[in-house]
């Protein structure tokens, strides 16, 4: 199986509740399965699956779930594995719909990715996920026996997008919602642009498989033969040459892959798919999970979590973080990932004493609903924190300065500038060894390997003599200039472990360690790190080219951490022109990237000026 395979995998078994333990024969013996085509306003029919307890004397809840991924298995007979958020809700009792969204799979109607929100509704033709929400609760309630009126929706990833854009205008019925690593806004975070940078390995390995419904409702087709050929995603990525190129390696057409190269501006077409500038009445309680980790959806839980608090209307407004990559906290421990280790089973803490405990109190009214403003993770400590406001009210900004010598200092220092020279032909790695696609841990992963590279520049503090905690949006400060037109400047902040930092306990008798396996003595630990494309440095709607030479000011916010660097750990910052293949390459020349020529990718000398007017981080 391909690197991009086994992502895609594990983005479905993110999306898919993994609960192998329930069985189909649990499921069968305890539900019958019904298979309806829910009518919507406009006359398109969505197919969905309900699941509903044989024990009929009592009424349940609705837990609804809306995926562009497929509801099957197909037919009344055949069940699921599993079904609900986790373990606990099919054996609680609770009435589950699962539907294919509007012309995916078995449902009628046309499918337009990310489909805007429609705020100028005049008949019964204008439509939008909010209105496909509230005509399927709608019958959900009126037709399906048992339930007691009251509905939840959850859904991860691009189901986490139909929960935020279900809750817009909500349904009276819509009691509870948890949009988990919601699509917020594409181009500002998520999955397609980063800062108007381009996440190419990331979208490139997701629409290789990710293809259009050829025709009338019908079951999951293979979604592509597509194979790579190779395990050196770095190697791949810089012979594929302009982006422009990218879909001649598809087997067939893909317009998904393509409107990122149509729309490289944050124009009309990224701002009516951004559901967080859409979000209003939202009413029902909200739990916005995300995963400090999550490579694809960091950004949109946070963007989520702070429209619904801005909007005063929800029940009640919750965000949860926790130490996970994308979706990982719907399935296994938690206690891992990559080379860290969390010192307890997060996973299995979050599914059965916040997620669990949250829908019984709206939908069932059994628990009582404790919930904190916010309900994180920490990471460095490895401890849940309870905050009544995020960032914590208490939070004090403390800003840390680039300096000479490769410092970081709590004082502007001197005025001066360091540089080094960005080869778009050999451009920086994003992690340390081959690997093919976009790896869902990289963001733990060991940043030793970069600071070797005369194209990476360095800062870091002395050991620290106390814990250092941080909490909230990273702010960017920095003063360059270039060579050239245009320019990527690639931040990272890193926890740098002591040399002497002990290695994990193992077991008696275990084998020897590879000799290619990490150390975690002198670990450069990844705790954020973001791109951000030089010419939308005053304007993401419309870039601007650098003047050669000019010093110019970039600032912008990295998504929030919890993070504590220990007492004897050092804080650096890293500061480069590549993120490769994370990031598709600027040529370093003003103009429509993904149509580039191989003559306009160009050597640039960069330049990071320091001083009190110059570069910084702000914690």
């Known amino acids: 199986m391909s690197d991009s395979m086994r992502r895609l995998a594990l983005l479905l078994l993110a999306l898919t509740p993994p609960l192998a333990a329930q069985g189909v024969d649990y499921i069968r013996e305890h539900y019958t399965k019904y298979e309806c085509l829910i009518p919507m306003r406009d006359g398109a029919r969505l197919f969905t699956s309900v699941y509903v307890p044989k024990d009929d004397s009592k009424t349940y809840p609705i837990m609804l779930n809306r995926t562009p991924y497929s509801v099957g298995p197909y037919g009344a007979d055949q069940y699921r594995a599993s079904l609900g958020p986790s373990e606990k809700f099919a054996r609680d009792g609770f009435i589950f719909a699962m539907q294919d969204v509007r012309g995916r799979y078995q449902s009628e109607g046309k499918w337009v990715e990310v489909r805007p929100q429609n705020e100028a509704k005049k008949s019964a033709q204008d439509i939008d996920e909010s209105t496909d929400t509230w005509d399927t609760i709608e019958w959900l309630v009126k037709h399906v026996k048992a339930n007691n009126g009251k509905v939840g929706m959850w859904g991860i990833s691009y189901p986490g997008f139909y929960v935020a854009a279900g809750m817009i205008d909500s349904h009276p019925a819509l009691k509870a919602a948890s949009p988990q690593a919601p699509i917020g806004d594409y181009f500002l975070g998520d999955d397609s642009f980063h800062n108007g940078a381009f996440m190419l390995a990331a979208n490139f390995g997701f629409y290789a498989f990710f293809v259009e419904r050829k025709g009338d409702p019908a079951p999951p087709r293979q979604s592509s033969s597509f194979e790579f050929g190779t395990p050196d995603g770095y190697d791949y990525y810089l012979r594929m040459g302009a982006l422009a190129q990218a879909e001649k390696l598809y087997k067939e057409p893909n317009a998904y892959w393509s409107m990122n190269l149509e729309h490289t501006t944050y124009d009309d077409f990224w701002k009516a798919r951004a559901i967080v500038r859409h979000l209003q009445k939202v009413t029902p309680a909200v739990m916005t999970v995300g995963g400090w980790f999550d490579a694809e959806d960091l950004s949109g839980p946070l963007k989520v979590f702070r429209k619904v608090e801005s909007l005063g209307t929800a029940a009640a407004n919750m965000l949860v973080m926790g130490p996970w990559s994308h979706g990982g906290w719907s399935r296994g421990e938690g206690q891992k990932l990559g080379n860290l280790d969390f010192a307890s089973k997060t996973g299995e803490y979050y599914r059965n004493e916040i997620e669990f405990p949250f829908f019984q109190a709206q939908l069932k009214g059994t628990s009582e609903a404790k919930l904190p403003k916010a309900w994180v993770f920490q990471t460095g400590t490895n401890e849940w924190r309870k905050f009544d406001a995020w960032p914590p009210k208490d939070a004090i900004r403390k800003t840390m300065y680039l300096g000479p010598g490769g410092t970081l200092t709590g004082t502007a ?95 008696a008798g275990s084998p020897p360690l590879p000799g290619n396996a990490v150390k975690m003595g002198g670990y450069q630990q990844l705790v954020r790190g973001e791109p951000f494309r030089g010419k939308f440095r005053n304007s993401f709607e419309k870039p601007e080219a650098f003047v050669p030479g000019q010093r110019a000011k970039l600032e912008f916010d990295m998504p929030d951490v919890c993070h504590v660097f220990r007492r004897g750990h050092r804080v650096m910052v890293q500061v480069q022109s590549s993120w490769f293949p994370l990031v598709d390459r600027n040529p370093q020349k003003f103009l429509e990237i993904p149509f580039a020529k191989a003559t306009d990718f160009v050597k640039v000398t960069e330049r990071v000026w320091r001083g009190s007017s110059g570069s910084s981080v702000s914690f």
């Open 413 to 507: 220092p001197p005025e001066g500038f360091d540089e080094y020279v960005s080869d778009p032909a050999r451009p920086v790695p994003y992690v340390g060894f081959i690997t093919l696609g976009m790896r869902g841990d990289y963001m733990t992963e060991d940043q030793r390997f970069a600071g070797q590279r005369a194209d990476v520049l360095v800062y870091q503090t002395e050991p620290l003599a106390e814990d250092m905690e941080i909490a909230g949006p990273v702010h960017v400060r920095l003063s360059v200039s270039t060579t050239g037109t245009d320019s990527d400047f690639v931040v990272k902040v890193v926890d740098v472990y002591p040399t002497d930092y002990p290695e994990p306990a193992r077991a």
